[in-house]
């Protein structure tokens, strides 16, 4: 999942409810055959059956420019929808729409050359005019982009010379921004069909979509115009949506999937045997934790939330629900990111102190709390152990399990006590500027020292402010911080080309292929 952003929402399809299993199963042969069709209507030399990926959570929407879900770029990103750059495995940033680009001495100023041969997926062509449209929409009042604060907001100026020429004046210098320019939320949409990109979007990529299945799959084929259509090797994929463990687990044994996107870590040791899957481990920016609504008292006492940091032992949630696949973090922030402190020894587990804190802010024990858990593994797996944690210090949390549709309608909507979530973007401290954002924290100062972060242009200082920022959120105990995970995936042997490591949530499927 993703976490950080106003969701958008989908129609309701009342109608797939009532399908019986015959129509569902008639309805998705249906789709395969429309996908494969429009698959084999653009041959070429390397052409390959498609792949079919799990992923736990399905998308609400297809247009990651203004959606929530980590899932929509999961699915779009690279192979629908492209931007001006590209974030390789390793975190670093490469051309893509932008074939070069030049940055002014003070780093204010970015002169980006786009590709002459890109056409969207109805023939036209893609010049800066679509991506001044596009960077305009996101900056507009009322934009739900979720790096509207970290990346449009600081774009003073948006200049097109020449129809493939982009020119971005920042307020400020931004040494991230060719990293938040290759992220999902800076993709470019067609002009003319950005407003049904929910539901239909039609960008650049190699492919385009051909069905969606709601509550089962996504089909994508290759797209006539791509430039890289005939490039890529698969003829396309389907995304299945799977969350329940088991039904993962009897999807694999029976073969159905060829690649797992974070697959439960402690079922993965029964398939490491497996002489058709191989078993891949990587790292990722992940932060997971337990989110604290500031709006409820008692949560606005940093007394108690940092009783309910003290009461939860990181480690120990690490090896009982991840099977040790996970580092123990202290702030919004994970190994992964440049200047990253260890800030876990802050609040060590310590029942008794837990208790303490909780006596001194006036807490009645038990406090009843109602802990929301999105149906994703580590929350399915976790809610208990964390609600065992709290019950040691007199806190009983309430489970409640939820569709994806009901979290963010729900606890991202602020409607919530406390709720077990990974945020999986890079570099996303910003939304603790933001006092509307769904757990409500309000803090001037830590709004004015991010201030000081974004204007401040010597390295040094900037790196001194950026570990001041991780402090700031620890000593607050803004939320009880858990882990970072590592991500496991589950492949398919043949299948090459597949992610280790996420820097950024994407799967591109225009480099897997079939050996």
């Not at 015959?22 to 789709?31: K, N, P």
């Not at 069709?37 to 990926?53: H, V």
């Not at 837990?354 to 009645?364: F, I, K, N, P, Q």
């Amino acid at each position: 999942m993703s976490l950080s952003y106003p969701p958008c929402f989908d129609p309701p399809q009342p109608a797939t409810a009532l399908l019986t299993r015959r129509e569902s199963i008639a309805r998705a042969a249906a789709l395969w055959a429309a996908g494969t069709a429009a698959a084999q209507a653009q041959p070429s030399a390397g052409s390959q059956r498609p792949a079919t990926l799990n992923l736990s959570l399905e998308p609400n929407s297809l247009d990651p420019t203004v959606a929530a879900a980590a899932a929509v770029g999961e699915v779009v990103h690279y192979n629908v929808l492209e931007g001006l750059t590209r974030v390789e495995e390793n975190g670093s940033v490469s051309p893509l729409l932008a074939e070069s680009w030049q940055a002014s001495p003070d780093g204010r100023a970015f002169s980006f050359r786009l590709r002459p041969d890109v056409r969207f997926h109805d023939g036209s062509a893609l010049d800066a005019a679509a991506v001044r449209f596009s960077f305009e929409r996101a900056q507009a009042p009322g934009s739900s982009n979720k790096a509207r604060r970290a990346l449009f907001d600081n774009i003073a100026a948006i200049e097109t010379p020449h129809a493939h020429t982009v020119t971005l004046t920042l307020h400020r210098p931004d040494a991230h921004l060719l990293f938040r320019l290759g992220e999902a939320t800076a993709v470019i949409l067609h002009p003319a069909s950005a407003a049904q990109a929910a539901s239909a979007p039609v960008g650049t990529g190699p492919y385009q979509v051909t069905g969606w299945q709601r509550g089962h799959s996504i089909a994508l084929a290759r797209a006539p115009h791509a430039r890289a259509a005939q490039q890529v090797p698969l003829d396309g994929a389907v995304f299945r949506f799977i969350h329940d463990l088991q039904a993962r687990e009897a999807a694999l044994e029976a073969g159905e999937v060829d690649l797992f996107f974070q697959f439960a870590t402690s079922s993965v040791r029964r398939f490491r045997g497996d002489r058709r899957y191989q078993v891949l481990i990587g790292n990722s920016s992940g932060k997971g934790m337990l989110a604290l609504n500031h709006r409820r008292p008692p949560l606005n006492d940093v007394r108690v939330r940092r009783a309910i940091t003290h009461a939860i032992d990181r480690e120990g949630f690490i090896r009982r629900a991840l099977d040790g696949h996970g580092t123990a973090i202290g702030s919004h922030f994970a190994p992964t990111d440049a200047g990253y402190l260890h800030m876990q020894s802050l609040y060590p587990y310590d029942p008794a102190r837990a208790r303490a804190l909780l006596r001194e802010a006036g807490v009645r024990t038990p406090l009843r709390l109602q802990l929301a858990l999105p149906p994703v593994p580590y929350a399915l797996l976790g809610g208990e152990v964390v609600a065992e944690y709290l019950a040691k210090v007199g806190i009983q949390a309430e489970l409640r399990r939820m569709q994806w549709h009901e979290w963010l309608d729900g606890p991202f909507r602020g409607d919530f006590d406390i709720t077990l979530i990974n945020h999986v973007e890079p570099l996303d401290y910003l939304i603790y500027t933001d006092p509307g954002y769904y757990f409500g924290y309000d803090s001037p100062a830590f709004r004015a020292l991010a201030e000081q972060h974004a204007l401040a242009e010597h390295p040094r200082a900037r790196q001194q402010l950026f570990a001041q920022l991780q402090r700031h959120l620890a000593r607050d105990a803004v939320n009880a911080w858990i882990f970072t995970p590592d991500l496991v995936t589950v492949v398919r042997k043949g299948l090459r080309g597949a992610w280790m490591n996420y820097p950024i949530f994407a799967h591109d499927i225009g480099a897997l292929w079939w050996e």
